[in-house]
């Protein structure tokens, strides 16, 4: 096993009690001392931070760039432009599976009309993501702060209003004293907030600042916890090999009013025939919560499998994304098998809250 | 990490509480394993009458990362359980000692309980 890698903030996590994790390759916490369901809750009625560092960078720039990642990945880049972030996937050629599920930042223009684009992979598919389309990997040079919650910005604007002023999906290049960061609308909580890129000998300053005005540390845990609660998909779950974005719900990645892109052919000839699973989200009754691999069973026919499953700390039961036959429909009434105990559970509308 | 004196504590991390002249122990998990187990969502109460044997699983519990088996430190029979962890399971995270403990087990060899740990050597276990 090589090393784990580690954040330019891991000095700042082990200090503040943070339990660590292997992620990724990654070493990162998985909470602090309050716990997984408290950072939780603070993320959905306060804000919280989290150091996503882990999350790869691989900067694309110069002429072709553009054109590259428009053949290269299922979303259309002339749907948004400079100064805005997208989600897309990077597909197998041959079966449409989803390699990579990847936010792309594309730089503002400043000053002439050269692009940069960084495009952040999960952690343990960036050389995957690097081998498809080149660039030069800038994951050390950066941390990455997630600032989410109800009131990310409100608090966030005490220390960097420039930060605060970013809306959701724009990508913003702010300066906090005289430090030059990238500031996205994204995040993966189902809440409003930014992400900021920072030079990594600055993280450790402007993490400080950011949990002195009020934003609590949040770890891994929490961010499952809340990406689950949101239906947004994780890759190694709901999307990987033998899941094409069609059967993970999320056709309007795919940019199909656009020209050729790895793996269009598999996706279209899914699209004619029409998918043989898709993903849904089921409520079950309880805390016990369903996990993945459990089964799922309709009038004692097994339909699919979960994807992911925990118990939901904002209604206090289990909820789970599945992947199900496509016949199983909103409302179906399903058991939920998990190591041998049946949960009563029910497909229901995304996201669970 | 805190290990009370006054309990006996197995390798799988539960500590046994004696009855003075009594073959009733109370049982619950340590500080150590709480802390291991991350935030506890769900606690499975064990049935009252099952006979557990020693290193058996008496139940399970749900963190938000993972299930994890609780184990008899002794063989014997479950008189009580502690039915607030059904609705409270975070009892476990705050008050492991204590509110969270997890069910009685009239012991059916009290010599067993000599097999157990005393505070100093768990200790010694967990801080390796």
């Keep these: 096993m090589p090393t784990a890698e580690r954040s330019s903030l891991d000095d700042v996590h082990r200090a503040l009690g943070a339990k660590m994790v292997p992620f990724g390759g990654w070493e990162m916490p998985l909470s602090y001392e309050s716990g997984t369901v408290d950072e939780h809750l603070a993320c959905r009625r306060d804000a919280v931070v989290f150091d996503v560092s882990h999350l790869g960078t691989v900067r694309i720039e110069g002429d072709n760039s553009f054109e590259l990642l428009q053949q290269t990945l299922t979303n259309d880049l002339d749907k948004v432009g400079p100064g805005r972030a997208q989600y897309t996937h990077l597909l197998d050629a041959d079966d449409g599976s989803v390699l990579d599920d990847i936010i792309v930042w594309w730089h503002p223009h400043t000053g002439g009309d050269d692009d940069v684009f960084d495009v952040m992979p999960n952690a343990s598919n960036t050389d995957r993501v690097r081998q498809a389309i080149g660039g030069v990997e800038t994951t050390h040079m950066r941390a990455v702060l997630a600032v989410q919650g109800p009131r990310a910005i409100a608090r966030l604007s005490a220390i960097f209003p420039q930060a605060s002023d970013v809306k959701r999906f724009r990508v913003v290049e702010a300066t906090w004293h005289g430090v030059g960061c990238t500031v996205a609308g994204t995040g993966y909580t189902g809440e409003p907030g930014v992400e900021i890129a920072v030079p990594a000998d600055a993280a450790a300053a402007l993490w400080e600042a950011i949990t002195s005005c009020g934003i609590k540390p949040a770890g891994l845990g929490a961010r499952d916890t809340l990406r689950l609660e949101a239906a947004l998909p994780l890759y190694g779950n709901e999307l990987g090999p033998g899941i094409t974005p069609l059967q993970a719900g999320l056709e309007w990645v795919v940019g199909w009013d656009k020209g050729a892109f790895r793996g269009r052919k598999a996706l279209e000839r899914e699209r004619d025939v029409g998918v043989s699973r898709h993903l849904v989200g089921i409520s079950t009754e309880g805390r016990r919560p369903p996990r993945s691999g459990s089964e799922v069973v309709v009038d004692g026919q097994l339909v699919g499998v979960v994807t992911s499953g925990n118990y939901s700390p904002v209604l206090e039961h289990g909820i789970a994304l599945a992947l199900v036959k496509p016949e199983v429909g909103m409302n179906t009434v399903v058991d939920v098998d998990v190591r041998g105990v049946t949960l009563s559970g029910r497909i229901v509308e995304t996201p669970f809250v | ?128």
Excluded at chain 2, 65 to 75: L, N
């Design chain 2, 1 to 128: 990490m805190n290990v009370p004196e006054q309990l006996l504590y197995s390798s799988d991390h539960e500590w046994v509480l004696r009855e003075e002249g009594s073959s009733r122990v109370k049982v619950g998990i340590t500080d150590y394993a709480q802390d291991a187990l991350g935030d506890v969502v769900f606690v499975q109460v064990p049935t009252t009458g099952n006979i557990v044997l020693r290193g058996e699983t008496i139940t399970e519990v749900e963190s938000t990362k993972s299930v994890s088996d609780i184990y008899a430190p002794v063989t014997g029979t479950i008189v009580e359980v502690n039915d607030a962890l059904s609705e409270s399971p975070q009892l476990l995270n705050e008050d492991p000692y204590g509110d969270g403990w997890i069910c009685i087990l009239d012991v059916n060899e009290v010599a067993d309980l000599d097999s157990l740990m005393a505070a100093a050597d768990y200790s010694a276990t967990v801080e390796g």
